[in-house]
């Protein structure tokens, strides 16, 4: 069994910054590929940011240069550090495992708002 768990969501104003984190548990953690997806009303679910075990990262283009996705292995921990939010990052983001299986958080919401 793998869960994760995520936090940080909120709401912020456009140009500010959040931190997300997504929490891994019955997994051995490092061996596994990572990722941030977000969906917003109405659209689909895309990738945000990918890390895979040797901590090689990659990044949607509406993303490049504001956030930032990393991995402590030591802590079963992924991030994701958000900055210079714009109304559009506004979205559901959700945590995903990818291994045997692909697993997924329950999401937390991110709403950039003045």
């Known amino acids: 069994q793998v869960q994760l768990v995520e936090s940080g969501g909120g709401l912020v104003q456009p140009g500010g910054s959040l931190r997300l984190s997504c929490a891994a548990s019955?997994?051995?953690?490092?061996?596994?590929?990572m990722g941030w997806y977000r969906q917003a009303p109405g659209k689909q679910r895309d990738l945000v940011a990918a890390?895979?075990?040797?901590?090689?990262?990659n990044y949607a283009d509406s993303v490049k240069g504001r956030f930032t996705i990393s991995r402590d292995n030591a802590k079963n921990t992924v991030y994701l550090q958000m900055n210079s939010l714009k109304p559009e990052d506004t979205a559901v983001y959700y945590c995903?495992?990818?291994?045997?299986?692909?697993?997924w958080g329950q999401g937390t919401q991110v709403t950039v708002s003045s």
């Open positions: 995903r495992l990818s291994g045997n299986y692909d697993y």
């Open positions: 019955g997994s051995i953690f490092s061996a596994y590929a």
């Open positions: 890390i895979s075990s040797a901590s090689r990262t």
